[in-house]
């Protein structure tokens, strides 16, 4: 499956954005869907994720009630909806799928996308 992650861009502190991803090529929901962001000079995190049917959802303690998952499987899409951005929020962010139960955390996922930046000014 190929992911095609967009919508970053520059967004003042508190503000909001929502990213996409859109899958091509097999179908979304037969994947756990997870986000990852990297900002400069640190390691790659996990985000959160959501499980095929978007019933169940994990979150980052960084993020949680901030940041939202949800999927349109019938569009083959993935969102991330980020309220209340702050400069620390700033990174990269991928998003990615994988086959199985969905779990926090990044082990797995074989299937990445090429990354949207986001930049939270203060």
């Known amino acids: 499956v190929q992911l095609q992650a967009s919508g970053g861009g520059l967004v003042q502190a508190g503000g909001s954005l929502r990213l996409s991803c859109a899958a091509s090529g097999r179908t979304l929901s037969r994947y756990v869907m997870g986000w990852f962001r990297q900002a400069p000079g640190n390691e790659r995190e996990f985000v959160g994720s959501i499980s095929q049917s978007g019933v169940t959802t994990y979150y980052a303690d960084s993020v949680k009630g901030r940041f939202t998952i949800s999927r349109d499987n019938a569009k083959n899409t993935v969102y991330l909806q980020m309220n209340s951005l702050k400069p620390e929020d700033t990174a990269v962010y991928y998003c990615?799928?994988?086959?199985?139960?969905?779990?926090?955390?990044?082990?797995?996922?074989?299937?990445w996308g090429q990354g949207t930046l986001v930049t939270v000014s203060s």
């Open positions: 990615a799928a994988r086959p199985g139960v969905v779990s926090a955390g990044e082990r797995g996922y074989d299937y």
